[in-house]
């Protein structure tokens, strides 16, 4: 495959040859090389992990860096120091790279003496992230946990604290915003043996956030059992939801997150309907991963569902990540990716939706998946239709 230098892409984002290369990027990793080690990256613990933040072409990606898929793709990151590097495809020069430095809120402290970043972390550039309950009631037992979730690594490892206080999470924000300029905030959680499964801690955290601190954030948990917490986290200053079906197909579910497959695809559905009655149309946004065992037309026929319902569906490559029961799951075929994106892509586009209508979250940031660069080529020369006309049931095992 031709490939197009990285430089042209600040010039035409849409580039087919340039996107390809970015979907082959994500799905294949990179080799870090560097005497200094990786600096500011995520190794373990609640997604994105085994990741660094990178920009090429003018566009932010998230790059696997520390998986052993990554270990042997054809593609390097050789550091030169000042937050800069090249990127080689078999030891050819693609074009220079950049990726953040640890941001300044980093070095500060709360008066109990926790840091920072044992709180929430920068994801990508500018986006400011948390997981307030660092457990979850699946991961305890491997029988019903995901099982491509590592939410315990990072607690064990000691760079993280169980549960996140509203009044910390209050400091740490304004300190993000004043120090770093973040422009949005994620807020996800494990999953608690209570019904409202997160959302109460999570709208108690949003309200003390938004009484502070002017940040756009989105909440991420399972579909509560009583529809009323939507009204509730939307009430305590929350602008987006994310609910994240990760596999779509029931079988795939079962076998991968048996735990959370309980829940099924059906009581997702409905709960969708529900939180964009609350949050509007295109701040409802669910999480797939592409590589997971789902069939390419299994993904496109639930986002077709999803963007008719008016949730954006944010399509990844899945990241096999270490210590984890999939960390051997050999990651998606770069052909299968760059098919499947081109085909949410247009669907998202036919649908009137977009990533940057999204108020805050990790479909706003985008920086996970590429969907961000096909939905620009697909703006360049698709009209929109109707989003009445994407309506369509459900593929049978959504039902």
């Not at 080689?88 to 950049?98: A, K, L």
């Not at 197909?249 to 048996?258: A, H, L």
């Not at 669907?347 to 590429?370: D, H, P």
């Amino acid at each position: 495959m031709a490939m197009t230098s990285l430089p042209m892409l600040r010039r035409s984002h849409d580039d087919a040859n340039g996107v390809a290369l970015m979907t082959e990027l994500q799905s294949l990793g990179a080799r870090w090389v560097s005497a200094d080690g990786p600096g500011l990256s995520r190794a373990g613990g609640a997604g994105p992990s085994d990741h660094k933040a990178l920009v090429l072409g003018g566009e932010t990606l998230m790059v696997p860096i520390h998986t052993a898929a990554s270990a042997a793709s054809p593609y390097a990151i050789r550091a030169s120091g000042q937050g800069r590097g090249v990127l080689e495809r078999n030891g050819e020069r693609i074009g220079d790279v950049s990726f953040p430095t640890p941001p300044r809120f980093y070095g500060e402290t709360t008066a109990e003496g926790i840091p920072y970043w044992k709180i929430a972390q920068l994801h990508a550039t500018d986006v400011l992230a948390t997981t307030v309950l660092q457990q979850c009631v699946r991961y305890i037992d491997r029988d019903t946990a995901c099982q491509f979730c590592a939410i315990g690594q990072s607690l064990a490892a000691g760079r993280t604290i169980a549960r996140k206080t509203p009044a910390q999470l209050v400091e740490v924000a304004e300190a993000a915003v004043r120090l770093d300029g973040v422009k949005h905030m994620v807020m996800t959680t494990g999953t608690p043996g209570t019904s409202d499964r997160g959302a109460r801690v999570l709208a108690e955290a949003a309200a003390a956030i938004t009484a502070r601190v002017d940040l756009p954030i989105q909440a991420q948990c399972e579909p509560p059992d009583d529809d009323v917490w939507f009204e509730r986290m939307k009430g305590a200053g929350i602008v987006s939801l994310g609910m994240h079906l990760e596999a779509v197909t029931e079988p795939v579910r079962r076998k991968i997150m048996p735990g959370k497959a309980e829940v099924p695809v059906a009581r997702y559905l409905a709960a969708f309907e529900r939180a964009v009655a609350v949050f509007g149309r295109g701040q409802v946004s669910t999480y797939i991963l592409g590589g997971l065992g789902d069939g390419r037309d299994d993904i496109l026929a639930i986002s077709r569902v999803l963007v008719g319902l008016g949730v954006y569906p944010f399509v990844v490559p899945f990241v096999p990540i270490s210590g984890t029961p999939l960390e051997g799951h050999a990651p998606p075929a770069p052909a299968f990716m760059q098919d499947l994106l081109a085909g949410v892509a247009a669907i998202v586009r036919q649908g009137g939706l977009s990533r940057e209508a999204l108020k805050a979250g990790c479909g706003r940031c985008g920086a996970c998946s590429t969907l961000k660069s096909h939905e620009s080529a697909q703006a360049s020369r698709s009209p929109q239709t109707s989003p009445a006309s994407l309506a369509s049931p459900a593929p049978q095992d959504a039902a």
